[in-house]
């Protein structure tokens, strides 16, 4: 947008691929959204200037630099965007909660992580709510001389337990703080610098922060999970914060190099100087001397977690540290004005300041990292090479040498811990995008399951009676169930097997049907098949054949073999999660159809005889995209080469 298109274009398209390479959706988003705020900011100025053809030939330039940057990135995008659709990131098939539906994440999954709209201070005072959840108040706090009064035990440890968090989010590792210095020179800024890159920080933190209060102001947030453009994909609204971070300090450092270059008169930026400095150290100090203000520093959980007699300390431990953190914003604040006014008399030169605010930005930023990121969480190399020790019930579960079979754990959450996966092939695990069909099953089926079993477990009835009709956590053929890390697994005897044969089949019209129907039906006879699948059996009638089988020989991530013989046609069920996107169907090497049943599994028609069965997984959205990364690397290269040349014929006919 400055006149050099083909080289800002050149880099844009460069360093667009680099953060796309990196693998984090959500952030590249928020950069678009900076992207974005930008271009609008950029086109204003462009129509009141007058400047509208420059501007669109400066858009062509970047979209160009856009294509070239999703094309090298093209494998990975392709397949991200195709298995995307089927996770809980995609739309939903059942029609119950549809209010609480939008085209990606269910809203109040979505709004979970809103930062509170008072919470936003913490931007200037980190301890404005507590910190983190784990923070605690120590012992030299209100909250340890009142339990050791009581003649609480343990104190050291029960101290630990009472968070000094206050906070809107569930919980936290902690707040958003991007420095009191960095909030001072944001400030600085917006008195200072003037024209585009003014308005579209301003604009770009405004926006960040209004997203990120999320379900505290619903209406615009369930507005957007609706229009806005891959939006409801993403999860956290706390997260936009991360556009402050980039805006804030950007802001800020801008305004110092007018004002260290000269490019400011001194009337101007003196004038700003002063209303950042009381606007910042104003708030810090007000907080500082009266917390009080800041509301009643208590937490919805608080009757929970606390007893009556032990909530004012903790109340007052909280507003303790937000006077202390205000403080501390306040004396940042002011060294950083200090030294700048030190400059301004021409008592220190420009680097001295420079190394002088660098180190207290360092020192201010570093401090706080430090409260949540410190020698605790420091893990040794012989740690890390072994993050989960074997227990015994992982010993013996592995003396098992089958080729493939499943545990599932049931102490704490098995769908949010993964420890079970570092062993053994597992019914749970945890993924921020697992399959929406999956979800479902774990939503309506394992987890009333698993809490039948336990019951029935934890009343005296005979394992085999609890187990028996677990119909959904059988077909996922789970042979090992783990209660204790330190004791033997129950083995369960009716885990249905790599695959199985069915001798009956119900058609149902939808979803809904389908994942209730599952309730009803026995899966080690019968199947429940969508009417979109129905053509596969329409017309065929399977018989039970008592000598029938099908083994699994070989087992890869992306390849499976099995050898089946059977005196008939039969209906065949695999242990398998269902995904059409490259999954591929042979039947002694020719390729057949394969469809889902059961909601979640994949099944096929087996011709009567002895056969040879595989599954591979061989995706065209992957193989296709690496030709078009390939061929939009290589343009990128010719670009860059292309454009290099040109400027060393410049500089030669110059020096001619």
Same mark, same amino acid.
């Given at each position: 947008?400055?006149?050099?298109?083909?080289?800002?274009?050149?880099?844009?398209?460069?360093?667009?691929?680099?953060?796309?390479?990196?693998?984090?959706?959500?952030?590249?988003?928020?950069?678009?959204?900076?992207?974005?705020?930008?271009?609008?900011?950029?086109?204003?100025?462009?129509?009141?200037?007058?400047?509208?053809?420059?501007?669109?030939?400066?858009?062509?330039?970047?979209?160009?630099?856009?294509?070239?940057?999703?094309?090298?990135?093209?494998?990975?995008?392709?397949?991200?965007?195709?298995?995307?659709?089927?996770?809980?990131?995609?739309?939903?098939?059942?029609?119950?909660?549809?209010?609480?539906?939008?085209?990606?994440?269910?809203?109040?999954?979505?709004?979970?992580?809103?930062?509170?709209?008072?919470?936003?201070?913490?931007?200037?005072?980190?301890?404005?709510?507590?910190?983190?959840?784990?923070?605690?108040?120590?012992?030299?706090?209100?909250?340890?001389?009142?339990?050791?009064?009581?003649?609480?035990?343990?104190?050291?440890?029960?101290?630990?337990?009472?968070?000094?968090?206050?906070?809107?989010?569930?919980?936290?590792?902690?707040?958003?703080?991007?420095?009191?210095?960095?909030?001072?020179?944001?400030?600085?800024?917006?008195?200072?610098?003037?024209?585009?890159?003014?308005?579209?920080?301003?604009?770009?933190?405004?926006?960040?922060?209004?997203?990120?209060?999320?379900?505290?102001?619903?209406?615009?947030?369930?507005?957007?999970?609706?229009?806005?453009?891959?939006?409801?994909?993403?999860?956290?609204?706390?997260?936009?914060?991360?556009?402050?971070?980039?805006?804030?300090?950007?802001?800020?450092?801008?305004?110092?190099?007018?004002?260290?270059?000269?490019?400011?008169?001194?009337?101007?930026?003196?004038?700003?100087?002063?209303?950042?400095?009381?606007?910042?150290?104003?708030?810090?100090?007000?907080?500082?001397?009266?917390?009080?203000?800041?509301?009643?520093?208590?937490?919805?959980?608080?009757?929970?977690?606390?007893?009556?007699?032990?909530?004012?300390?903790?109340?007052?431990?909280?507003?303790?540290?937000?006077?202390?953190?205000?403080?501390?914003?306040?004396?940042?604040?002011?060294?950083?004005?200090?030294?700048?006014?030190?400059?301004?008399?021409?008592?220190?030169?420009?680097?001295?300041?420079?190394?002088?605010?660098?180190?207290?930005?360092?020192?201010?930023?570093?401090?706080?990292?430090?409260?949540?990121?410190?020698?605790?969480?420091?893990?040794?190399?012989?740690?890390?090479?072994?993050?989960? /020790? #074997? !227990?015994?019930?992982?010993?013996?579960? =592995? %003396?098992?040498?089958?080729?493939?079979?499943? &545990? @599932?754990?049931?102490?704490?959450?098995?769908?949010?811990?993964?420890?079970?996966?570092?062993?053994?092939?597992?019914?749970?695990?945890?993924?921020?995008?697992?399959?929406?069909?999956?979800?479902?099953?774990?939503?309506?089926?394992?987890? /009333? #399951? !698993?809490?039948?079993?336990?019951?029935? =477990? %934890?009343?005296?009835?005979?394992?085999?009676? &609890? @187990?028996?009709?677990?119909?959904?956590?059988?077909?996922?053929?789970?042979?090992?169930?783990?209660?204790?890390?330190?004791?033997?697994?129950?083995?369960?005897?009716?885990?249905?097997?790599?695959?199985?044969?069915?001798?009956?089949?119900?058609?149902?019209?939808?979803?809904?049907?389908?994942?209730?129907?599952?309730?009803?039906?026995?899966?080690?006879?019968?199947?429940?098949?969508?009417?979109?699948?129905?053509?596969?059996?329409?017309?065929?009638?399977?018989?039970?054949?008592?000598?029938?089988?099908?083994?699994?020989?070989?087992?890869?991530?992306?390849?499976?073999?099995?050898?089946?013989?059977?005196?008939?046609?039969?209906?065949?069920?695999?242990?398998?999660?269902?995904?059409?996107?490259?999954?591929?169907?042979?039947?002694?090497?020719?390729?057949?159809?394969?469809?889902?049943?059961?909601?979640?599994?994949?099944?096929?028609?087996?011709?009567?005889?002895?056969?040879?069965?595989?599954?591979?997984?061989?995706?065209?959205?992957?193989?296709?995209?690496?030709?078009?990364?390939?061929?939009?690397?290589?343009?990128?290269?010719?670009?860059?080469?292309?454009?290099?040349?040109?400027?060393?014929?410049?500089?030669?006919?110059?020096?001619?």
């Amino acid at each position: 947008f400055r006149g050099k298109q083909i080289p800002g274009a050149i880099l844009f398209a460069l360093g667009l691929s680099l953060e796309l390479l990196a693998g984090h959706p959500q952030i590249t988003y928020y950069g678009l959204i900076i992207l974005a705020i930008y271009g609008i900011v950029e086109l204003i100025f462009a129509i009141k200037e007058k400047a509208i053809i420059p501007f669109s030939k400066s858009v062509l330039f970047l979209l160009a630099g856009v294509i070239v940057a999703v094309g090298m990135n093209f494998s990975r995008l392709y397949t991200s965007w195709e298995y995307s659709k089927e996770t809980i990131r995609g739309p939903s098939e059942l029609t119950s909660n549809n209010e609480n539906k939008t085209t990606g994440l269910d809203k109040d999954y979505v709004v979970q992580w809103s930062y509170g709209i008072d919470e936003t201070m913490t931007l200037l005072i980190p301890n404005f709510k507590g910190g983190s959840t784990l923070t605690n108040p120590g012992e030299n706090s209100e909250s340890y001389k009142t339990m050791q009064e009581k003649g609480v035990q343990n104190l050291k440890q029960n101290i630990r337990g009472i968070s000094m968090y206050h906070g809107e989010q569930p919980f936290t590792s902690g707040p958003v703080y991007v420095g009191a210095i960095v909030v001072f020179l944001f400030f600085l800024g917006l008195f200072v610098v003037k024209g585009v890159y003014k308005w579209w920080l301003l604009s770009a933190t405004v926006v960040s922060i209004v997203l990120s209060w999320g379900g505290n102001v619903m209406g615009l947030t369930s507005f957007l999970l609706d229009h806005l453009p891959l939006y409801n994909k993403f999860r956290a609204p706390s997260m936009t914060l991360v556009i402050a971070q980039i805006a804030m300090p950007l802001l800020g450092f801008i305004a110092l190099n007018e004002i260290l270059s000269g490019k400011t008169e001194k009337k101007a930026w003196v004038n700003g100087f002063k209303w950042a400095a009381i606007i910042t150290g104003g708030i810090s100090l007000i907080f500082a001397v009266l917390p009080g203000i800041a509301g009643d520093f208590s937490n919805a959980f608080d009757s929970q977690r606390f007893p009556e007699w032990l909530i004012d300390s903790v109340i007052a431990d909280r507003e303790s540290l937000l006077r202390a953190d205000a403080f501390r914003s306040f004396l940042f604040i002011a060294l950083a004005a200090g030294a700048l006014y030190l400059w301004n008399l021409k008592k220190i030169q420009t680097n001295l300041f420079i190394g002088v605010l660098g180190v207290l930005i360092l020192v201010d930023l570093w401090a706080v990292d430090k409260r949540y990121l410190n020698n605790d969480n420091f893990v040794s190399k012989r740690e890390a090479a072994n993050p989960f /020790p #074997e !227990m015994p019930v992982d010993k013996a579960i =592995l %003396q098992d040498k089958d080729l493939y079979y499943r &545990v @599932l754990p049931l102490q704490g959450d098995p769908f949010q811990d993964a420890r079970a996966s570092y062993y053994h092939k597992n019914v749970g695990g945890y993924s921020a995008a697992k399959l929406r069909r999956y979800q479902e099953m774990i939503e309506h089926h394992f987890v /009333p #399951e !698993m809490q039948q079993m336990i019951k029935g =477990l %934890q009343a005296g009835t005979p394992p085999d009676s &609890v @187990l028996a009709p677990l119909s959904a956590i059988n077909m996922m053929n789970s042979r090992y169930l783990i209660y204790d890390l330190n004791s033997p697994p129950l083995r369960n005897e009716f885990a249905l097997g790599n695959a199985w044969f069915v001798n009956d089949f119900k058609v149902v019209e939808n979803a809904d049907q389908e994942i209730e129907t599952l309730k009803n039906i026995n899966p080690a006879t019968e199947a429940v098949i969508d009417k979109r699948f129905a053509e596969n059996v329409n017309g065929k009638t399977f018989v039970k054949d008592s000598t029938s089988n099908i083994v699994l020989t070989e087992y890869k991530p992306n390849y499976l073999k099995y050898n089946a013989r059977s005196a008939s046609e039969q209906l065949t069920v695999f242990s398998e999660i269902y995904y059409a996107n490259g999954w591929t169907a042979y039947i002694d090497g020719q390729e057949v159809p394969h469809f889902r049943v059961n909601y979640i599994l994949r099944a096929l028609v087996l011709p009567a005889g002895e056969h040879t069965v595989e599954f591979e997984f061989h995706p065209a959205s992957y193989y296709t995209g690496n030709k078009v990364s390939f061929a939009s690397s290589l343009l990128l290269l010719i670009a860059i080469a292309g454009y290099a040349f040109s400027e060393y014929r410049k500089r030669r006919t110059k020096k001619e």
